[in-house]
């Protein structure tokens, strides 16, 4: 527990927050001013601490909304795919390489241009599932430039326009189409290295993933444990039931090695904060599988209740659900994760 402990006396403070207005959030689809306000306010999206204290926030915002802190973590590997520079207090960045051709094939898919103008650049084209896009101050924009595929800081402006996505998981978090319309942007990082560069932050939101996909067991682990020792069935407690403690014992045990990957992780990569794009992967793959195993089981253990919508356990599933397709989908990362497996094994 070298690092899990660290913000845990921000819980108390992000409860005060997220739970009164994690439902609204869910419900009208988009994070309030004041909410992130207040955030900013306790220091939650402060990103000059360590990786593991980033992690630790990321994963007990996610106990109340996984949706907020999805975007702290969109607004950190943004910064980090942009080379960790100063920001103003306020200010939130978004990453924007999906296009609609498809996330997964990147280099095929990729439209979006950038052109030069004696000093100036333009940016044009269209992303899709750009997450924070109503929140940001500026878009971090993956464009062929001269060079090829290059990473741009594009500015909030009129040239900018987004339309909200409704999805049904991580709702909140600003998912949405963006169109860059001669949007004025300034060159960040190697030109022509933009998709490793990219990857910087997405290996950091794949790990950021597994954070989100605990502080989602934290929440239904709560669930489950409080509804199981107040209801009595038959005569007994549920807690009582083999079936109800092999379901927490699994639960657990999938948090206990998550945490302890991620730490591993999180350790490995020091000061960096680039992290080991395999185990970054088997992560992202295992929480996924553990958040969703966790919240379907919350959703179970309230039998009818759980079922209703807007209710916790019912939210949960969704943003659980969400996990297995943000930051590249779990095919994908099957894929890459059999690749490294082979390579090991030859
Ligand atoms: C909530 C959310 C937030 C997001 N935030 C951002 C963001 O901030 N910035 C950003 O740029 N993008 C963002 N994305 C986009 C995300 O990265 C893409 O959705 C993801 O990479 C998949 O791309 P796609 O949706 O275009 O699906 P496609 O690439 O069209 O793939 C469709 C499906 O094909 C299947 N598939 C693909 N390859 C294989 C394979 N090799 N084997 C078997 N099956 C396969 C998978 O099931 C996959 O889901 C976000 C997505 C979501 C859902």
Redesign the pocket.
């Given at each position: 527990m070298v690092f899990w402990s660290q913000c845990e006396e921000l819980d108390g403070t992000v409860k005060s927050v997220l739970e009164p207005v994690a439902a609204d959030i869910d419900r009208e689809n988009i994070i309030p001013e004041d909410v992130l306000n207040q955030l900013f306010d306790v220091g939650v999206f402060d990103l000059g601490d360590s990786l593991g204290d980033l992690l630790c926030k990321v994963r007990v915002v996610a106990r109340y909304s996984p949706a907020v802190a999805?975007t702290l973590l969109?607004h950190a590997?943004?910064w980090l795919a942009l080379g960790r520079p100063e920001l103003g207090r306020g200010e939130i960045l978004?990453?924007?390489?999906?296009?609609?051709?498809?996330?997964?094939?990147?280099r095929a898919?990729l439209k979006t241009k950038a052109e030069r103008e004696g000093e100036a650049w333009y940016i044009t084209g269209t992303?899709?599932?750009?997450?924070?896009?109503p929140y940001a101050s500026d878009y971090v924009v993956?464009a062929v430039g001269p060079a090829g595929p290059s990473l741009y800081r594009v500015s909030r402006s009129g040239n900018v326009k987004y339309e909200l996505l409704d999805?049904i998981?991580?709702r909140g978090?600003g998912?949405s189409i963006v169109h860059y319309e001669r949007a004025g942007g300034q060159p960040v990082g190697t030109p022509g290295k933009g998709i490793k560069e990219?990857l910087k932050g997405?290996n950091l939101?794949r790990l950021g993933y597994g954070a989100i996909a605990l502080g989602i067991i934290d929440a239904s682990l709560r669930i489950i444990v409080e509804k199981a020792s107040s209801t009595v069935i038959f005569g007994r407690e549920l807690l009582t039931y083999q079936g109800i403690k092999w379901r927490i014992a699994d639960i657990h045990m999938k948090a206990r090695a998550l945490e302890d990957l991620i730490e591993a992780i999180v350790s490995r990569a020091g000061d960096t904060w680039i992290v080991d794009p395999e185990r970054a992967a088997i992560v992202k793959v295992m929480g996924a599988e553990a958040a969703q195993k966790a919240s379907w089981a919350a959703v179970q253990i309230m039998g009818g209740r759980g079922l209703a919508r807007w209710s916790k356990p019912e939210r949960l599933q969704r943003d659980a659900r969400?996990l297995?397709?943000?930051?590249?989908?779990?095919?994908?990362l099957?894929?890459y994760i059999a690749s490294q497996a082979v390579k090991a094994y030859t």
């Open positions: 999805h969109v590997g943004s978004a990453l924007s390489i999906t296009e609609p051709g498809g996330g997964t094939d990147l898919s992303k899709i599932f750009t997450s924070n896009a993956l999805l998981g991580l978090t998912a990219a997405i939101g969400a297995d397709i943000g930051e590249g989908a779990r095919e994908v099957l894929d």
